[in-house]
């Protein structure tokens, strides 16, 4: 036969699998992922047919077949390793577990099946695949990397399990390096349909000021530091446009993100959607069967109008962070959280979660809400930022004031303020007009945080303080009042410093301190010196 004829003779089946096992393997070290991909599966699709070939001869080699097995083992913990690092987290679990089928105690599928179930918050199926691979010889090499992922995995499913989460040892450092690693947690909360608006989250037993009630990771989130050439309008959109990509991108790529994202509200027919069972969010939560729904990009774009969380705003300070610094991010349990004039949640962002927490005492069965704009405002400025996000606050502290304000005394005391009377004197003048009004209790409070600035001015300025002196109520009253109604504020914080600062701080006074300071900061913040790090007042904007 001449040489050109044997040039052109087709490539047997064994030699086009190790001509496309070579290029697998090259394109996978070159971290080529996509490509290594396609390669993996046509060496795949070619060995898994060799198989079913050898497999029906009258006299299959037995030798030969358990060769393609480990072939194709190996092919699919390959094709695994690369669709994690594309964030196709669905079809690289597939693959691992296919695998594993083959060859239960596969070290690579295992390692790689083990990622992949952590990336996933399945803790304790992670550590089970790590707990195997580390029994392996081939781990030898890798004995402190694997260790490294028990120990870590025991830890987030510890975490995951009690909410004993502790920040101090971060905050004392400064927030230096990077943010703790953290598992998901859900507290005692469920989802239930909201007099507020739609669905929403509900405490299940009685809970005190500065409890944890959940932890959970965003599915995406876009960060940045803002230009002020433009107000950051520009980037704004651009970040936005990236965020919802990456959304998609994610619910492409995995199908329990995507029947997360189909749980939440579009902003339609609000009344007809279900409350979804808890165990839905929770980290162990069972396998997700395909959806028979479509990915459709604009109904994401509706939910993310929605239900995505700003990390500039005022319920949620970013520890560490830039004062320019701006952030988005979907959250999908906190989206069930509605706001209220008067909270009593707030939530904490650290590194890709969010940690909320009860900012006051809460009942079993009251609804857990937070702020969505700055609640330390008149019912007006209230009303006004409301429209911005386009609803409008029916809550009880609003449904009350909207009573308040219909009185005379009340319009000239608001008037007064923005022509800039002497705020003691509006100060005194609304506690009056409060005791001929018999307002009692969390009404007070209402209405001392509406009028908070003024608040704050006189207790901030010495001439003030000595001028109306006992004609106004004393710092720690109008603050317990005000965190009662409202929850705790980092400014309710700065006001009951300063007012001790130099007069010597009594140890009754110092606890009131640090159980506002859980209030703002939850008890994730478990060191007294921790806590009082944060709450030095030189830290925090009035």
């Known amino acids: 036969m001449r040489e050109e004829d044997q040039l052109q003779q087709p490539l047997t089946p064994e030699e086009l699998m190790q001509e496309l096992r070579f290029k697998a393997t090259e394109l996978l070290l070159r971290e080529e992922w996509q490509e290594s991909v396609q390669v993996y599966t046509q060496f795949i699709n070619l060995c898994q047919d060799q198989i079913s070939v050898k497999s029906h001869q009258n006299h299959p080699d037995p030798d030969l077949l358990t060769k393609l097995q480990k072939s194709l083992c190996l092919a699919l913990s390959n094709r695994a390793e690369a669709l994690s690092r594309l964030r196709d987290l669905t079809g690289a679990l597939k693959d691992c577990d296919q ?18 179930l952590l990336s996933l918050n399945r803790y304790s199926m992670a550590l089970d695949c790590f707990k195997t691979a580390v029994l392996d010889p081939q781990a030898s090499g890798n004995l402190e990397t694997l260790n ?10 510890f975490q995951s399990r009690t909410g004993a989460f502790d920040l101090s040892d971060w905050i004392l450092s400064g927030f230096r390096g990077k943010s703790p690693e953290l598992a998901e947690y859900t507290g005692p909360v469920q989802i239930k349909r909201s007099e507020l608006s739609g669905r929403g989250l509900f405490a299940t037993k009685n809970i005190d000021a500065g409890t944890l009630l959940l932890v959970t990771k965003a599915i995406a989130t ?4 803002l230009s002020s050439e433009d107000s950051g309008e520009n980037a704004r959109l651009v970040m936005w446009k990236n965020f919802v990509d990456k959304v998609v991108d994610s619910a492409t790529k995995c199908e329990r993100t995507h029947h997360l994202i189909s749980t939440l509200s579009s902003g339609e027919d609000e009344d007809k959607l279900e409350a979804p069972e808890m165990s839905l969010f929770r980290p162990e939560a069972e396998e997700i069967g395909e959806l028979n729904e479509k990915l459709d990009k604009v109904k994401i774009l509706n939910v993310l109008d929605v239900n995505s969380l700003v990390e500039d705003s005022v319920s949620a300070k970013v520890l560490g ?12 349990l906190a989206s069930f959280i509605n706001h209220s004039c008067n909270p009593n949640a707030r939530r904490l962002h650290v590194g890709d979660h969010v940690l909320v927490h009860a900012s006051r005492d809460v009942k079993a069965g009251e609804e857990i809400t937070f702020a969505y704009f700055d609640v330390l405002s008149p019912l007006s400025k209230r009303n006004e930022m409301s429209k911005t996000w ?20 009340m319009k000239e005391i608001e008037i007064g303020l923005e022509r800039g009377i002497d705020v003691g ?24 945080a509406s ?28 603050v317990d009042s005000v965190a009662e109604a409202v929850g705790c504020d980092e400014r309710l914080l700065k006001v009951f410093m300063q007012a001790f600062r130099g007069n010597g701080v009594s140890l009754v006074d110092m606890e ?13 913040v478990k060191k007294q010196q921790a806590l009082r790090s944060l709450l030095d007042p030189g830290t925090h904007d009035a």
Request: overall charge positive; aromatic content about 12%; hydrophobic content about 35%.
């Open 99 to 116: 695998a594993l089928k083959i060859e239960s105690t596969h070290f690579k599928s295992l390692v790689c099946k083990g990622k992949i």
């Open 148 to 157: 490294g992922y028990v120990q870590k995995c025991k830890k987030l499913e």
């Open 222 to 225: 876009e960060r940045g530091i």
């Open 321 to 332: 962070r830039n004062s320019d610094y701006y952030g988005v991010g979907l959250w999908v």
């Open 390 to 409: 386009g609803f409008h606050c029916s809550c009880k502290r609003c449904k009350f004031e909207e009573e308040m304000c219909s009185k005379q005394e």
């Open 425 to 448: 004197s509006a100060i005194f003048r609304l506690e009056e007009g409060m005791r001929r009004w018999m307002v009692r209790g969390r009404g007070k409070g209402y209405m001392r």
């Open 451 to 478: 009028f908070w600035a003024a608040y704050f001015e006189a207790y901030g300025s010495e001439k003030s303080v000595t001028r109306w002196g006992r004609r106004i109520p004393a710092v720690d009253i109008v």
């Open 512 to 524: 009131k301190s640090l159980k506002l300071g859980r209030g703002v900061h939850g008890k994730v």
